[in-house]
Every structure is written in C-alpha cells, then in structure tokens.
C-alpha cells in the first residue's frame, strides 16, 4: 500500500463538490407572490366598499327592504313596473312597513330596495372576484407553497358571511312581532365577521409584501412585548366594533346626544329597565351606548400605553406604525364624541364606521411590523 | 449580525419609563395649572356637574402637560447646561427630541379638541391660544431675547383661571383676569428671587436672565416695583364677586409679608447676601411659593362656602 498525503483524494473518479448557490429559501415553489397580492388587494378594498355600503345600508334603514334571499336570481333587479310593484307588495307583508313606513311611495321604496340589493350585489362580486382569482392561480399553479389553505379561507369566510347576512335579515322580515329592524346580535356577528375577513386579507397582504428569506430573519427580530400588546390592542378592539354594531343595531347612537355625560348623568337614567336584567346590557340604547363609551376610553387609555411602549422600538417603520395608530385612534375618539352630541347623522356615523376600519387595519400593520420588523441600516444611525 | 440586530442593540442604555414621559409634562408646574384652573371653574358663577368639572380640569392640565412637552424638545440644549435641569427627560437621555415633539403635538391636538367637545369653544380655543403663547411667544421666540422673559412666561402660566372660568360659564369677566393678574405679576419676583441664588446657572445657558444681563441690584429693584403692583391687584381682588372676608384677611397678611420681603430684598448688599448665602432671597423665594397657593385657596374657599351663606360679601 503506497503512501499517500492525507489531502489526497481517496478515489480518482469522486464527483467535484459544488458550491451552495444562494436564495435557497425561495427556491421552493415562490409562486405569483406579487399577483396574488394584487388580487387580494382589489378583494381588500372591495371589503372596505362592503362595509360602508353595509352600514349605510344600516343607518338609511334599508336592510329589509329584500324580504327574500335568492344569491343568483336576486342579482338581477326588478326590470318592469310590474316586478316593482311585486317587490313592494312584499316587502309590505312585514312590521316595518306597518309600524314605521307606511307613508312610503314606490319610489320611495326603490330607494332603500337600491341600497340593499348594492350591498348584496357587492358581495356576489367579491365572491365571483375571490373565485376567479382563487381557481385561476390554482389551475395554473401560481399559489406559493403553504398558501392554498389561506387563499382559500377568505372564500369560506365569504360565504358564511352570506348565510350570516341572511339570518340577520330574517330576524327582520317578520309579520306581527313587532320588529322593525334586524337583530343586533345578529348585525353585530355580521359586521365582526367582514371585519376578520378584512383583517385576514391585510395580514396576507402584508406577508406578500415581503420576501420570504426577508420574513425569517424579520422574524428573529420579532419584539414580543410589542408584538403581545398589540395583540391584546387588537382583540379589545374588535370588542370595541361589536359594542359600536350593537349600537348601530338599536340606534342607541341617538339617544342621549350630550357628552362626557348622558342624560345629565354620570350613568344614564333607567339602565335596567327591560326584563330579564341581562337583555339590557345588549337591548337597552342607554346602557349600550355607555358601554360603548366607556369601552372607548378604556381603549384609549390601552393604546396610549402600547404606542409609548411602540415609540421605544428600534425599528424606525414600527415606531412610524404605532404613531399612526395612535393618530387614527385620537381621531376616532373624537369623531365618536361628535356622533352621539350631533345624534349621529348618517354622514358623521359613517365616517366613523370608516376610521373603525382604518383604525383596525393600522392595529394590524403595526402588529405585523412587531413580529416583522424592516430592518434598519445601522448607516443612517 | 445584521444591520438590523445591530441597530436594535444599539437602542438607548436607558429605557424610558411611564415615569420619564410622565416628567417631560412638567408635573410640578402643571399641579399649579391644576389648582389656578380649578379655583377659576369653582369661583365661575354657573356651577357645573362634578363630572364636567373633572373632564374640563383633566384636559386643561393635558395642554399644561403638552406645553412643557414641547417647551423641554426646544430647550434640550439649555436643559444640558442647567445644573436644575439636567435630570430632565432629554438631557438625561431617555427619551428622544422626536418622542417629546411628537408627544406634546399629539397631547395639544388631543387636549384642545377634547375641551372644547366637552365644555365649549372658546374655552377649547383658549387652550389654544394659551398652549401657542407659552411654546411660540415664549419658549421659542422671547425667552432667549429678553431679560422680560419671566413676565411673558408669566402670563402663559396665567391662563389656567381664566380657561377653567370660560369652561364653566362660556364667557369673559373681570373676575378671571384679576386671578389671571395674581399668577402674571406673581411669576417675576418668585423666578428672580431664584435667580439671585442661582445665577450662575442661566449665565453657563446664556438666557438673558434679569440677574445676567442687568445685574442683581437692578434685579432687586424689579422685584419690589411688581410685589407693589402684585400687592394693589391682589387686594383688589377681594372686593369683586370672587373675594370676601376670607381671601381679605389672607389677602392682607400674605401682602404685608411680601411687600417686607420685597423692601428687604431691595435694600440688602451683596456683599451680606454671600456671607449668609442669601438668607433672606431664600426665604422670599419660599415665601412666594405659599403665597400664590394661599391666595387661591382662599378664592376656592369663597366659593365653597358661598352656598352655605358664608362665603363672600
């Protein structure tokens, strides 16, 4: 056996070792990253249309005027006089025609009908948008790997929000119970669900955003006391939407119109006057409205702590994001206080529906630039 | 390591607590705004609800709080220099000039809108203006240009009565100037009876202190002219719908007491003031901190025991 160097190859034939190649990571099935984020995009604004329409399809009294729920035929409106007339005959068949409407002429009527059946014809869109969208990328095998599940979920979401929609509306559609407007409980499931839907299409929207080699070392990064107390931000406010949906729901937003008291009082006059005592925290617009104020400020004092807590990240996009944060939410405290002192007029309401939205998805990046901080150059230190 | 993890290392040796963001709103000055606002809302005709009242003092000591906010962001160069004002938020360096500007425009904009929704506009609007008078007038454009700084100072620290007075009643009166007067003309000789001892200080910041740029003696003559003036509108005070015998009587002898502080500052040599290590400056100075508390404590007292038939003529 003849000597040989310890360096020396064992066997002449063996294979030269090639050296790894960088991006290892997004060499896995990297799919359509920045299409699917366009999609999804147009899905996320068209969620946002949905719930202005939504709530002004709330506060114009309008959400009843389809007494019926047919997901394809009703996509086509009455197109004759006759079909008019049928769909006024049927909507006077219900309590809130008879306890409330009764003075209503067929043009009066085509303009609830129209705000209704836009609402409802919106959501056929985004369910015919995330379908073509969702079969399309799949087909043709543009979904990056682990991301069918999630793409497919808003669409579930989706059509349980349909059903949802329904069974808040039959709550109203009733002859001799006297309601004249769907259940709260049932507007406040509904409006909760678009705003989980919305906030799943901007967290999916975030992660496309970025890289996924840039996201794992984001995520070394992540700030958990941050992260944690933007989280508790969040769930409080999604409790805070709910109480104003249930506000919305009973039109508690106009009875007691002077702040910071209600009725003259610290707490307003006969907040338990409905029997059983429970149904009131949900049923009676004094006691609703209060809790929905008090949530308020509680929310409030909560996210001052969380935005001087943010102001203290290192990362100059996290501090930007919960500066805005707080901004959104000072706006939001005040438009709220000048909607009950004006008795909430449809315009002040709905612009304060809308910063719920903005204010829930600022609650969100901030989150996500918790967990995923961008890193800053030490450059510019 | 990245740019990012070296970047999060490098975050400040101090984190800032509650307590930092606390102290960068000036607590001590704003405990004096809390107390001049709400003898103003107390001593205000038109009572309001306990609950209102709160609300209005609350929003009224956040613009305090915000004032002081921005104050320190734009002295944080002085503040270093300053022996008394070295431990403050910045200079320490716990929080950031950003943090302290982007802090006090949030709690401006925050606590001007809030009063007005809650009490009315003008109050709300006078917020305002007193919040642009103490950060504009004073802090950024007249406290480094003349040695009458302390007076303009003064009459930002003097709106506080006035703004709970307007919260309460909506309007203007004779009354909540007079109480606006006491702070105005208190402020001078209470800051420059500590400047006496402490001149130095603004000397190393170079703020045209009153001590700095005309010396002590003409500062000591300074002192007596507004304790006389102070004196006059004090005692005025009491024969308005917000004095009585109570404030008279406390009126009478917190004045005599100061205008004797006052004549003897005046009359004291430097040479004596160093050898006692200004014995008598000190005691004005602590004189004068009880002085303003007592004056309004008895206006609050007035117009406590007015509904009882007790309080005021």
Request: hydrophobic share 50%.
């Amino acid at each position: 056996m003849s000597n040989r160097t310890i360096f020396e190859e064992v066997s002449s034939d063996s294979k030269q070792q090639s050296s790894p190649t960088p991006g290892g990571i997004d060499r896995k099935r990297r799919g359509a990253r920045g299409a699917i984020r366009v999609w999804l995009a147009v899905l996320f604004a068209l969620v946002v249309a949905m719930i202005a329409v939504g709530g002004l399809t709330r506060l114009t009294d309008s959400g009843l005027s389809i007494t019926e729920w047919r997901p394809v035929t009703g996509a086509v409106p009455p197109m004759s006089e006759a079909e008019w007339q049928a769909e006024f005959e049927k909507y006077k068949q219900i309590d809130q025609y008879h306890l409330m409407n009764t003075w209503m002429e067929l043009s009066d009527f085509k303009t609830i009908y129209w705000w209704e059946w836009g609402h409802r014809q919106l959501g056929r869109v985004i369910g015919l948008i995330w379908a073509l969208g969702f079969f399309g990328f799949l087909v043709t095998r543009s979904i990056p790997t682990g991301w069918t599940g999630r793409l497919l979920l808003p669409g579930i979401l989706g059509g349980v929000q349909g059903a949802i929609g329904w069974w808040m509306v039959a709550s109203g559609v009733t002859l001799g119970e006297g309601m004249t407007s769907v259940a709260s409980y049932r507007l406040a499931t509904h409006l909760g669900l678009a705003f989980v839907i919305l906030g799943f299409l901007a967290w999916y929207m975030f992660l496309l955003g970025r890289e996924e080699r840039d996201l794992m070392q984001a995520r070394r990064l992540k700030e958990e006391k941050l992260f944690g107390m933007s989280t508790g931000l969040l769930h409080f406010a999604f409790l805070q939407i709910l109480l104003g949906a249930l506000v919305a729901g009973i039109d508690a937003g106009r009875s007691y119109t002077d702040w910071p008291l209600m009725g003259g009082q610290i707490f307003p006059p006969r907040p338990f006057m409905i029997e059983p005592l429970w149904k009131n925290f949900f049923e009676n617009p004094g006691l609703v409205q209060f809790i929905h104020r008090v949530a308020g400020y509680l929310l409030f004092a909560f996210a001052v702590v969380v935005w001087l807590r943010g102001r203290r990240s290192a990362h100059k996009a996290t501090q930007f994001a919960f500066n805005a944060v707080f901004a959104a939410l000072s706006l939001q405290l005040v438009i709220g206080i000048v909607t009950v002192m004006t008795a909430a007029p449809v315009e002040i309401a709905i612009v304060h529906q809308a910063v719920a939205v903005l204010v829930w998805v600022l609650i969100l990046r901030a989150r996500f630039l918790s967990a995923y901080p961008v890193a800053t150059s030490i450059k510019g230190h | 390591m990245t740019d990012a993890s070296i970047n999060a290392s490098m975050t400040r040796e101090e984190e800032a607590s509650l307590g930092d963001y606390f102290a960068l709103l000036k607590p001590r000055v704003m405990s004096l705004v809390v107390f001049t606002a709400f003898v103003g809302l107390m001593a205000a005709p038109i009572g309001v609800h306990p609950v209102i009242g709160f609300c209005a003092i609350l929003f009224i000591a956040i613009g305090g709080g915000a004032s002081g906010a921005l104050n320190m962001w734009w002295d944080a160069d002085i503040d270093q220099v300053m022996k008394r004002t070295k431990g403050r938020p910045i200079p320490a360096g716990k929080v950031d000039k950003g943090e302290a500007l982007s802090l006090g425009l949030a709690l401006s904009g925050l606590s001007v809108i809030m009063l007005a929704l809650a009490t009315n506009v003008f109050a709300g609007a006078f917020l305002a203006f007193t919040i642009f008078f103490y950060v504009v007038i004073y802090t950024m454009w007249l406290k480094r240009a003349t040695p009458q700084n302390i007076v303009i100072g003064g009459a930002a620290g003097a709106f506080p009565p006035v703004i709970g007075w307007i919260a309460a009643t909506g309007s203007m009166s004779v009354e909540p100037w007079l109480m606006f007067a006491l702070t105005f003309l208190w402020t001078p000789p209470h800051f420059w009876a500590l400047a006496l001892f402490m001149r130095n200080d603004y000397d190393m910041a170079d703020v045209p202190m009153l001590t700095v740029t005309h010396g002590r003696r003409s500062t000591r003559k300074h002192i007596l002219v507004y304790t006389v003036i102070l004196a006059a509108f004090a005692l005025t005070t009491a024969f308005t719908s917000v004095g009585g015998p109570i404030y008279l009587t406390t009126a009478v002898v917190l004045n005599a007491l100061f205008l004797k502080g006052a004549v003897q500052i005046w009359r004291r040599d430097e040479e004596i003031c160093e050898s006692d290590n200004f014995k008598i400056e000190r005691s004005f100075f602590k004189l004068s901190l009880l002085y303003l508390f007592l004056h309004f404590g008895a206006i609050l007292a007035e117009a406590l025991l007015k509904p009882y038939g007790l309080g005021g003529w």
